[in-house]
């Protein structure tokens, strides 16, 4: 039986082979998946289950949901874009969601990275003041 650290760790090698310059290359993870897949090597099972844990971090680490009252024009997400770009690097996934209760503004989610601009958020912020 294969410990669980070795797993972890060859889980990790893995994921560090899917990268390129510091981005996930999907046609890397697929070919990692596959390599694994065909050889089947001892605890394969638990090893793919480490290794997708591992993946959708990276996703989700590099992924930014933008949430607003209505739906954002071009030019703004441009600029998003580009003002996100310029803290986090290039390279993101970009959502986008329509949220009505935001009132106005805007709510942008990077990773566990959250900056809450709407009027939303700002009436919550008072509402707890006066507790």
């Not at 990268?19 to 999907?26: F, K, M």
């Not at 050889?39 to 971090?57: I, T």
């Not at 601009?117 to 509402?127: H, K, P, T």
């Amino acid at each position: 039986m294969i410990s669980n650290r070795l797993i972890r760790r060859e889980a990790k090698r893995l994921h560090r082979l899917c990268l390129v310059e510091g981005r996930l290359d999907e046609a890397r993870v697929r070919a990692v998946v596959d390599q694994v897949l065909a050889q089947r090597p001892r605890g394969y099972l638990r090893l793919l289950s480490h290794f997708q844990r591992l993946v959708k971090l990276d996703i989700e680490r590099r992924t930014a949901r933008v949430e607003t009252a209505v739906p954002l024009p071009e030019d703004l997400r441009e600029r998003l874009h580009q003002q996100v770009g310029q803290r986090y690097g290039p390279g993101l996934y970009w959502q986008y969601a329509v949220e009505p209760a935001l009132i106005a503004g805007l709510r942008l989610r990077v990773g566990s990275d959250v900056y809450d601009a709407s009027v939303l958020g700002r009436l919550r912020q008072l509402a707890e003041s006066f507790d």
